[in-house]
């Protein structure tokens, strides 16, 4: 075990000293020793299409960790019908991974985008209506934008309504050529005309859409920091590209591919329940848990609601960017450092009130500044254990190496 008194240089060389035993994430128990674990996976060990299975691939999502760690966790430290709490859900990775192991699941997070894709990834389908919605939409659209651009303008100027009615949102002129602009409006006309009981996952399809059909190059998709519009050489595709002009490919391919993946998700699922809130934690009162896992917001390197623009955009999501816990807008200074140590402290207090006593806080976060060693202490837990965790593949293109520390904190 690691010693909470290590320095972040001791916990690693004491970690990679040892030599580990290469552990499944579904061979762990809890009796498995936490030093028998392998979490330090090889693209060979683990690769991307297991770390992106089924519904872990709705959509893209930056800075989420990967559902074998969350697994691994899962089933050393909980049963099934307990109950365990993200209180930063994000993508809903905990969510899902707790879903297929029959442990009921909480998760709150002030992104609304968020909230809106961890709903789609854990709500349960009939997946007949579920194909058939998805199909329907598609071939409304195809119907109404894969014609002549004289009978598309044709279609837009005898549709009226709010849906189509963006002629004042310059992220969407700015970011989105014509036909494909025209197409991503008439995908959300008809989600919002149409008699769809899969709604969310509609959206999803749309958003995902969108993500891919920006005026930006294809290598830089995470963060684009202004519209393409001339060919330029792509990394990628190592070749001269052109900038995205439609979405209605995109919308077909992910459409195709939604229904794969909540398919695969529908054999895997239990009757364990989900609840997904759009609230700040730092002023919840959380229900009855017996623990939780979590990856908070690192201080000063993403915005969660501007990495999805597209989306707010698109639906008119209530934006609570304000409230966002350590945004990469605020910095990485020492005020920023002291704020962000207060609100994920005050955070955990609030969970730890609703905590089963001797629950436990598993906690994924790079800790390169070292401030959970504050965190920890302001509350009333016993730090268990720090496992230092080289991560050798992330979504998105990082230059350098990459660390994240596995906090195990008992409730006192």
Not at 99 to 105: A, C, F, M, T, V
Not at 238 to 250: D, G, H, L, S, V
Not at 301 to 313: C, S
């Amino acid at each position: 075990m690691v010693s909470s008194t290590l320095t972040n240089e001791e916990k690693r060389v004491k970690i990679y000293s040892v030599e580990q035993i290469p552990t499944r994430a579904y061979d762990v128990t809890p009796e498995t020793p936490l030093e028998c674990l392998n979490l330090n996976w090889t693209e060979k060990d683990l690769p991307e299409r297991e770390r992106t299975k089924h519904v872990h691939r709705l959509h893209p999502y930056l800075g989420k960790y990967i559902p074998q760690l969350v697994e691994i966790f899962l089933r050393k430290y909980f049963s099934r019908g307990q109950t365990v709490l993200d209180p930063f859900s994000g993508s809903g990775t905990t969510l899902v991974q707790a879903h297929e192991l029959g442990i009921n699941s909480i998760g709150f997070d002030i992104s609304a985008f968020n909230v809106l894709l961890a709903r789609a990834k854990t709500q349960q389908y009939d997946l007949t209506q579920m194909k058939r919605e998805v199909l329907d939409i598609l071939n409304k659209v195809k119907a109404a934008t894969q014609v002549d651009s004289t009978q598309r303008r044709l279609w837009f100027e005898c549709t009226h309504g709010p849906y189509l009615s963006d002629e004042n949102n310059e992220y969407l002129e700015k970011w989105f050529a014509l036909k494909a602009r025209e197409e991503l409006l008439t995908y959300r006309y008809f989600i919002e005309a149409g008699d769809y009981q899969y709604k969310d996952l509609l959206k999803i399809i749309l958003c995902r859409s969108a993500r891919s059909a920006r005026l930006t190059t294809h290598f830089d998709l995470d963060f684009p920091k202004k519209p393409v519009t001339e060919p330029y050489k792509c990394y990628k595709h190592n070749r001269i590209c052109q900038p995205t002009q439609e979405a209605f490919k995109f919308l077909k391919r992910y459409s195709n591919d939604t229904i794969k993946r909540v398919s695969d998700f529908a054999s895997l699922r239990t009757e364990a329940t989900v609840e997904v809130y759009h609230d700040d934690c730092r002023t919840v009162d959380f229900p009855e848990i017996h623990g939780v896992i979590t990856s908070p917001p690192y201080v000063g390197l993403i915005d969660y609601h501007e990495q999805h623009a597209y989306a707010y955009n698109l639906l008119g999501l209530e934006d609570k960017r304000v409230h966002e816990i350590g945004p990469a807008a605020n910095g990485k200074s020492r005020s920023a450092k002291e704020a962000y140590q207060k609100d994920i402290a005050e955070v955990f207090r609030r969970v730890l009130r609703s905590m089963h006593d001797s629950g436990r806080l598993i906690v994924v976060a790079n800790d390169s500044a070292d401030l959970y060693r504050d965190i920890a202490a302001s509350l009333d837990v016993e730090v268990e254990n720090i496992i230092e965790r080289h991560v050798n593949r992330r979504t998105g293109r990082r230059a350098g190496e990459f660390y994240e520390s596995i906090f195990i904190w008992r409730k006192r």
